[in-house]
C-alpha cells in the first residue's frame, strides 16, 4: 500500500533563506507525485506535479522539486523564501496500478521570519 | 467558471443526526475524492470514485457513504453522526489520475 511520510510538522526559515519541504513515499512502483499548498481558510492548490520523463520539476511561485526513485523522495525546495510562502504545505501520490487513490501526506507548516 | 462547489460551508450536527455533504463539478472530470482534514493529520481519503457509477473505499471510510450517480455529483452521507467526525471535509475531482485535482472551498463540519 502507498504511503506518503512528510518529515517535520513545522518548518521555519528566514525571509530570502532556503526553503527544503522533505517528502517520501512507500509505493511498490513509482507513484505521481505532486505537492499542494494550502493558505489559511481555503482548499489546496497544486504547486507542481511529477508523472514521467525529467525528474526535476518546476511549479508556480519560485518552488521546485526533484524525484529521485532511488531514494524515494521528492523534496520541495525554493531558494529564496519571501513572505507570503508562509502556508501549509502537503505532499500526495497517485499509484500507478489499478486503485487511483491521490494519498496525502500529513503536512509541513512553513513559517517565514522577516 | 465554478469548478468545485462543495455545501454547506459550515454546520453542527446533534450526535446521532445524519446528513449528505454535497459536492458538484462542471469540469466533467472522472475522479472524485472526499477527503477529512484533521489539525497536524494532513488529508485523509475517505471515499473516491473514477466515475459514475463506481466508487471504492478510501483510508478512513467508517461511517461515510457516497454515490456517484452522475458525473458531477458525488455526495457523501454521514449515517449516525460521532463526535469522532468532527473535521473540515473537502471534496475534490481531477480528470486522470496523473492530472491536477481541483479542490472545493470545503465543510466545517461539528458534532455535538
Redesign the interface.
Known amino acids: 500500500a502507498q504511503s506518503v511520510t512528510q518529515l517535520g510538522s513545522h518548518v521555519s526559515v528566514s525571509e530570502g533563506a532556503l526553503v527544503l519541504l522533505r517528502c517520501n513515499y512507500s509505493s511498490s512502483v513509482p507513484p505521481y507525485l505532486f505537492w499542494y499548498v494550502q493558505y489559511p481558510n481555503q482548499g489546496l492548490q497544486l504547486l507542481l506535479k511529477y508523472t514521467t520523463g525529467a525528474t526535476l520539476v518546476k511549479g508556480i511561485n519560485g518552488f521546485e522539486a526533484e524525484f529521485k526513485k532511488s531514494e524515494t523522495s521528492f523534496h520541495l525546495t525554493k531558494p529564496s523564501a519571501h513572505m507570503s510562502d508562509a502556508a501549509e504545505y502537503f505532499c500526495a501520490v497517485t499509484s500507478m496500478d489499478s486503485s487511483y487513490k491521490l494519498i496525502f501526506g500529513s503536512g509541513t507548516r512553513l513559517l517565514v521570519r522577516p | 467558471n465554478a469548478g468545485?462547489t462543495q455545501t454547506p460551508k459550515f454546520r453542527i450536527l446533534k450526535i446521532g443526526q445524519s446528513m449528505t455533504l454535497q459536492c458538484a463539478q462542471d469540469m466533467n472530470h472522472n475522479?472524485m475524492?472526499w477527503?477529512r482534514q484533521d489539525p497536524?493529520?494532513?488529508?485523509?481519503?475517505i471515499y473516491?470514485s473514477?466515475g459514475a457509477g463506481i466508487t471504492?473505499k478510501?483510508?478512513v471510510p467508517n461511517g461515510y457513504n457516497v454515490s456517484r450517480s452522475t458525473t458531477e455529483d458525488f455526495p457523501l452521507r454521514l449515517e449516525l453522526a460521532a463526535p469522532s467526525q468532527t473535521s473540515v471535509y473537502?471534496c475534490?475531482s481531477?480528470s486522470t489520475?496523473?492530472t491536477?485535482?481541483f479542490?472545493?472551498?470545503?465543510t466545517r463540519l461539528t458534532v455535538v
Request: avoid cysteine.
Open positions: 468545485v475522479y475524492y477527503y497536524g493529520m494532513g488529508l485523509k481519503l473516491y473514477v471504492d478510501g483510508e473537502f475534490a481531477s489520475e496523473n491536477e485535482a479542490f472545493g472551498q470545503g
